[in-house]
T-cell receptor, first 117, second 113 residues
Framework: DTEVTQTPKHLVMGMTNKKSLKCEQHMGHRAMYWYKQKAKKPPELMFVYSYEKLSINESVPSRFSPECPNSSLLNLHLHALQPEDSALYLC????????????????FGPGTRLTVL | SQELEQSPQSLIVQEGKNLTINCTSSKTLYGLYWYKQKYGEGLIFLMMLQKGGEEKSHEKITAKLDEKKQQSSLHITASQPSHAGIYLCGADILHGATNKLIFGTGTLLAVQP
C-alpha cells in the first residue's frame, strides 16, 4: 500500500482566514514533505520533515506553518494568505531521507486545490 | 544549482504509436525518478534509476539512465489513451544532511484514439 491521503480536496479561503491542510500516511514512513504546484509548473518543495523534525524550510513565508504531530500526520497551517498563494498543495512521504535511493522514493497524495480570494 | 530539462515540452501521438521523452541534467544524476501526473492530481511514481546504463520496465513503459548519468529517457510502446498526462522526471540533490527532490520542466502527453 503506497497511499497518502490529503484533506480537503478543495479549499477556498479569504485573505483573513485561518485554515489547515492535512496529510496522512500509514506506510510507516518517517519523512514527509509539502510541495506547492502552480499551473503548468513542476512541484516546488516547501518543507521536509524527517523523523518528525523539520529538516528543510525552503524560505517559505511565515504565513505557511507546518506541523508534524506524529510520524503519520503532517499539517500545513495557513494564515493571512495572498491570492498568489492559490495553487495545488501536494503532500508526499518516503520511508526515510538518508540518501539511500530506494528508501528515499517519495509517494504523493492527490493534493489540495487552494484558492485564496 | 542542478537543473533538469525535459523534451519535448508537449507531445501528441496517435494511439498505438511509440514515443520517447528525454530528461537532461546539468550535473551527474545520483537518483532519477519518473512520475506521471494527471492534471490537478497527485504524482504517481513510475520508476527510479540510479546506476549508469540501468534500464527498467513496467508494462509498456521503459526508462533508461545513460552511462554518464546525465540523461534519462522514458519510452512508451504502443501508446494508449490511459498513458495521457504530464510526465515529470525528478532528481535527488543533497541539501545539508537531507535530500531534496527537484523536478524537470515536464512533458505533456496527449494520445489521440
Amino acid at each position: 500500500d503506497t497511499e497518502v491521503t490529503q484533506t480537503p480536496k478543495h479549499l477556498v479561503m479569504g485573505m483573513t482566514n485561518k485554515k489547515s491542510l492535512k496529510c496522512e500516511q500509514h506506510m510507516g514512513h518517517r519523512a514527509m514533505y509539502w510541495y506547492k504546484q502552480k499551473a503548468k509548473k513542476p512541484p516546488e518543495l516547501m518543507f521536509v520533515y524527517s523523523y518528525e523534525k523539520l529538516s528543510i524550510n525552503e524560505s517559505v513565508p511565515s504565513r505557511f506553518s507546518p506541523e508534524c504531530p506524529n510520524s503519520s500526520l503532517l499539517n500545513l497551517h495557513l494564515h493571512a494568505l495572498q491570492p498568489e498563494d492559490s495553487a495545488l498543495y501536494l503532500c508526499a512521504s518516503s520511508q526515510d531521507n538518508t540518501g539511500t535511493r530506494d528508501t528515499d522514493t517519495q509517494y504523493f497524495g492527490p493534493g489540495t486545490r487552494l484558492t485564496v480570494l | 544549482s542542478q537543473e533538469l530539462e525535459q523534451s519535448p515540452q508537449s507531445l501528441i501521438v496517435q494511439e498505438g504509436k511509440n514515443l520517447t521523452i528525454n530528461c537532461t541534467s546539468s550535473k551527474t544524476l545520483y537518483g532519477l525518478y519518473w512520475y506521471k501526473q494527471k492534471y490537478g492530481e497527485g504524482l504517481i511514481f513510475l520508476m527510479m534509476l540510479q546506476k549508469g546504463g540501468e534500464e527498467k520496465s513496467h508494462e509498456k513503459i521503459t526508462a533508461k539512465l545513460d552511462e554518464k548519468k546525465q540523461q534519462s529517457s522514458l519510452h512508451i510502446t504502443a501508446s494508449q489513451p490511459s498513458h495521457a498526462g504530464i510526465y515529470l522526471c525528478g532528481a535527488d540533490i543533497l541539501h545539508g544532511a537531507t535530500n531534496k527532490l527537484i523536478f524537470g520542466t515536464g512533458t505533456l502527453l496527449a494520445v489521440q484514439p
